[in-house]
């Protein structure tokens, strides 16, 4: 009869305790929505300013104190940088995404081919070989820009756009995020293909990419983001306004002369167009993306 009594009692307690701990929960992640919109607003902020300035004329976007929103919205700057005869935006465009197409394909072929090699496959020196190449991604670019240089140099490379996109057909992260993925694909999957008489590179082609989807859209987004947005790399390697790409060839449109003012209402007009590609990636790849990284944390 005393138990009885007692497990009520600690019932009774415990139904009282449930809507405060409800409550602490919801306090909890109000707090917790509130720091992600701060957050956010703030890193948000410098490219609402851009595509707010973007719409102001020369005198607004120099006036002290400035102002947030444009006075009075203008298409001047847009006008201004596809009419520009000396800024060939069509041809950087082009440039970039002849680049940013074939790092995307080559990095995702060579990631997911032997990220799949390392995950599945046994032989000598697999493990060293596999902490070999996630060294390298310890090493900062500077290191291995002027090598890299070096060798372009030396294949007649420079000033080509092979020399922005042989570099890339390799990444250690790539092989490493590709390899956690495929450790996930049944070994019995595989070994059925095999039985069945497909070959390694079929049973890799029609068994093991489709499993590997929400990994090759998160890679291929943030390739396509990272190859499109490159600024030093091409910088260095490129040296005629043929080769430029959409990134560089904003810098034709900031004065050389220290007389002149940047006329920074069409510099941001010519950034914006420049990442409007990026953005339209970013959302048309967005579901696959949150599915990648969900994966990825399993």
Do not use: C
């Not at 444009?70 to 201004?80: G, K, S, V």
């Not at 680049?99 to 799949?116: K, P, Q």
């Not at 060293?128 to 002027?146: D, G, N």
Request: no cysteine; proline share 6%; charged share 15%.
């Amino acid at each position: 009869m005393n138990v009885t009594t007692s497990n009520r009692l600690r019932l009774s307690e415990q139904l009282e305790e449930e809507p405060k701990l409800i409550h602490r929960s919801r306090q909890g992640h109000w707090a917790a929505y509130l720091m992600l919109t701060l957050a956010s607003v703030v890193a948000a902020l410098p490219f609402i300013w851009m595509v707010f300035g973007s719409f102001k004329s020369g005198r607004e976007i120099r006036q002290v104190p400035p102002t947030f929103f444009p006075e009075e919205f203008t298409l001047e700057n847009y006008q201004t940088i596809l009419n520009d005869k000396d800024l060939p935006l069509g041809l950087f465009y082009r440039n970039s995404a002849i680049i940013a197409f074939a790092n995307v394909v080559t990095v995702l072929f060579t990631s997911s081919l032997v990220g799949y090699i390392f995950a599945k496959f046994e032989f000598k020196s697999k493990k060293i070989l596999f902490w070999f190449i996630l060294a390298t991604m310890m090493l900062p670019f500077q290191v291995r820009m002027i090598p890299g240089y070096l060798i372009l140099a030396k294949l007649g490379l420079i000033n080509n756009l092979w020399g922005l996109i042989i570099p890339s057909a390799v990444d250690a992260f790539g092989i490493f995020l590709f390899r956690q993925f495929a450790l996930s694909v049944p070994n019995e999957l595989l070994d059925a293909a095999r039985v069945d008489g497909a070959s390694e590179f079929r049973i890799y082609r029609s068994i093991v990419l489709p499993e590997l989807g929400p990994a090759l859209a998160t890679f291929g987004m943030l390739s396509f983001m990272f190859s499109w947005n490159a600024y030093l790399w091409p910088l260095i390697i490129t040296n005629s306004p043929e080769m430029r790409t959409a990134v560089i060839g904003i810098e034709a449109l900031v004065p050389r002369s220290g007389s002149q003012l940047p006329e920074w209402n069409v510099i941001m007009a010519a950034a914006m167009m420049v990442l409007l590609p990026p953005v339209a990636v970013i959302l048309t790849m967005q579901r696959w993306f949150v599915r990648g990284l969900v994966e990825t944390e399993k």
